[in-house]
């Protein structure tokens, strides 16, 4: 498990992609820390925690996108599946490093954080807290993203369908006050991310949170290896 | 070594694979030879455990293939059709992955050292291999096959795509790779398959259409063994004296090939080499040629894929 995470992670480094990635996030997280903090003269970076919420569901796929999807279209899952290793095993790998990836990115929150410190006291429970909400949510999101790249051996089909699915899960806040029956209205209530996410960004961690996260990446994680088990039985 | 047991395989509606058995020994070269989409690759696919099987058993050193997976593909080397190569990395690195990958215990740097030598990568290692050649990569593939010297080895067209030169090299690797380890490999290049291996399984829509030694579904272990010979002399007298030497069965004149000098196709129940060399050696009739004439891996493969066999 280890050889495919090591590969797994130094691959989004011998590619862009990688490094776009965290190009881009540091771009974003600099125009809104500039922004909503240092233009807006406070400390409080809740607000720059809101607008990188958006940010991250269009980076995900792109991190994402290529974890057996590519390996489908090389032929190279013929490798991993004629070795010596559990199945799951190789999912984890691949979600480990891609969520390592995600933690390089955020770690430009601390950095942020460490700026903010010699003009102002940040609040450092909530970047941590924040970070630990990003990884929570970015977990989810990684796991729907390797789930729907097992689904296809086109990158690009990869990542645009988890670009939308994405944006379908941001919107589910809006989709339920759309709704007039209060079942619906309450079940889709309890699954917006954004909500579970603002509550974080709040400095609020509550348990059923976070289970609702590792909960929704459990069952992605669990797909995946259902989607490539009946491959083999296909 | 290798016991595949009755299996089937179904794509859809389309049925790959029909209650294929076959038994592989210790230290054998099998060729599996038929058209394409008659199956080869599935089974191969199957016996690495890249897919499963619908129904039967694939046995690996006694291992069953399906319940005890981990166990049964450390002793598997497999270069599929297409070389399973990251192209963004180095050979060295690659190499180094699938060492890691498939768990080896064996001193890293000295194996891989080994194996770079063996299959002639060593100029290439530092090298990015979507930079390289085909040749290059079949080669890698082979040696990614090779990482912790499994005991059965399994090859799926492994001279595909190379030039004549790199084919000739990669059979002659294939050839001392068969001296310590169980070989299947599946070819498109019958006098390929000929050359190499001692055992060939023929395939034909998903079925077993015929197997056997190659000797055997080349002619000469079917009964009937051939000669063609080329006498100098009076036609007649020699078709009456090879005629009446015992054990042939049937002699056909073929002409003259040069002044004075007559071919024959002489087949016998047993081999008749010595007692026609004895017989025309108390004559005047001077043998230029005699040469076995076994029936060729592309008449029987032709014969036996267009459902002709008996």
């Given amino acids: 498990m280890f050889a495919i995470f090591k590969r797994e992670l130094s691959s989004y480094f011998s590619s862009p992609v990688g490094y776009v990635v965290a190009a881009v996030f540091t771009a974003f997280c600099g125009i809104f820390f500039y922004v909503q903090c240092l233009y807006a003269g406070t400390s409080n970076m809740y607000t720059v925690f809101q607008s990188m919420f958006f940010i991250v569901l269009f980076l995900i796929p792109l991190i994402t996108m290529r974890s057996f999807a590519e390996d489908k279209k090389n032929r190279t899952d013929q490798a991993l599946l004629t070795a010596p290793v559990k199945i799951p095993s190789i999912i984890l790998a691949k979600f480990f490093s891609a969520l390592i990836m995600l933690m390089i990115c955020i770690s430009i929150y601390l950095i942020d954080g460490i700026f903010l410190s010699f003009v102002a006291a940040p609040d450092w429970s909530l970047i941590f807290g924040n970070i630990f909400a990003m990884l929570l949510m970015g977990s989810s999101f990684i796991a729907l993203g390797i789930f729907i790249s097992s689904l296809t051996e086109n990158v690009t089909v990869a990542a645009i369908v988890s670009f939308g699915l994405n944006i379908i899960i941001s919107m589910i806040d809006t989709i339920a006050s759309t709704v007039q029956w209060d079942w619906l209205k309450g079940a889709l209530n309890a699954m917006s991310f954004q909500t579970k996410y603002s509550n974080f960004a709040l400095g609020i961690i509550s348990l059923s949170d976070v289970v609702f996260f590792i909960s929704v990446t459990a069952l992605f994680l669990f797909l995946t290896d259902r989607v490539i088990e009946r491959k083999r039985w296909a | ?310």
């Fill in chain 2, 1 to 310: 070594m290798i016991e595949v047991k009755d299996i089937t395989k179904s794509y859809g509606r389309h049925l790959a694979l029909d209650h294929i058995s076959f038994h592989v020994k210790k230290g054998d070269i099998t060729g599996f030879l038929g058209a394409n989409g008659a199956g080869k690759s599935t089974t191969m696919n199957i016996i690495t455990g890249y897919l499963s099987s619908d129904s039967g058993e694939v046995l690996i050193n006694g291992v069953n293939i399906l319940n005890n997976p981990i166990e049964a593909k450390k002793h598997i080397g497999y270069l599929p059709e297409i070389p399973p190569l990251y192209n963004d990395m180095t050979t060295e690195k690659y190499l180094r992955f699938i060492f890691d990958l498939k768990r080896v215990r064996l001193p890293r740097q000295a194996h891989l050292d080994q194996i770079c030598q063996q299959v002639g990568i060593q100029d290439v290692r530092g090298r990015i291999i979507k930079h390289l050649s085909k040749g290059y990569r079949q080669r890698i593939g082979l040696a990614q096959a090779l990482i912790g010297d499994p005991q059965v080895l399994i090859l799926d067209e492994p001279t595909v795509g190379l030039d004549p030169a790199q084919i000739i090299e990669m059979r002659k690797l294939i050839k001392e790779l068969g001296q310590s380890h169980t070989v299947i490999l599946s070819s498109h290049i019958l006098s390929e398959v000929q050359a190499v291996c001692d055992k060939i399984i023929i395939i034909r829509d998903g079925k077993i259409a015929a197997q056997g030694l190659t000797d055997e579904l080349t002619g000469s272990g079917r009964g009937t063994r051939r000669l063609r010979l080329v006498i100098e002399g009076r036609e007649q007298n020699i078709y009456s004296l090879l005629k009446s030497t015992d054990h042939v069965t049937h002699v056909t004149k073929k002409g003259e090939t040069e002044k004075g000098c007559y071919e024959f196709m002489v087949e016998s129940d047993t081999d008749v080499r010595r007692s026609l060399y004895r017989s025309l050696s108390r004559t005047d009739f001077c043998i230029l040629t005699m040469q076995p004439s076994g029936q060729s891996l592309e008449e029987t493969f032709l014969h036996i894929i267009s459902g002709n066999e008996e």
